[in-house]
């Protein structure tokens, strides 16, 4: 599903608007799978929300504009990270108050517990992750 002059295609799926993603290869053979996750307009600077790509609750964050993602279970307890407090680029999760770092996805306490990080990308007005 690529077109030749950027490599993005739109698809429409049933019932829904179209949904907007593209697929790379990049170093090391990784296909990256780029998918439509929310409008620039949607997060705020300092605020985040939760998406769903593929099943999978993916927290998206806009820390002084630039944008993060970051699996939304804490590590904890499984509390949703997207509807944490986001001070600077850590988000406080709801839940307990653990801290992550959402450039890295690591524990502000324990750098060795780590939710997963995705890549983000801007396509005009549209939020992509690469998840
Ligand atoms: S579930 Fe996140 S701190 Fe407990």
Redo the contacts with the bound molecule.
């Keep these: 599903m690529r077109t030749a002059a950027r490599g993005w295609a739109h698809v429409a799926s049933a019932g829904r608007r179209p949904i907007q993603f593209g697929r790379e290869t990049e170093a090391g053979g990784r296909v990256a799978n780029f998918v439509k996750a929310a409008r620039r307009g949607e997060i705020p600077d300092g605020g985040g929300k939760t998406v769903e790509i593929g099943g999978r609750q993916i927290a998206l964050f806009n820390a002084g504009g630039q944008l993060y993602a970051i699996d939304n279970t ?1 590590r ?4 949703p990270l997207g509807e944490g407090d986001l001070i600077g680029t850590t988000v406080v ?1 709801p ?4 801290e992550y770092d959402v450039t890295n996805g690591q524990a502000v306490d324990d750098p060795g517990v780590k939710v997963a990080c995705f890549a983000v990308r801007v396509d005009g007005d549209d939020i992509l992750i690469d998840a």
């Design positions: 804490c904890h307890r499984g509390g999760c839940w307990h108050g653990w």
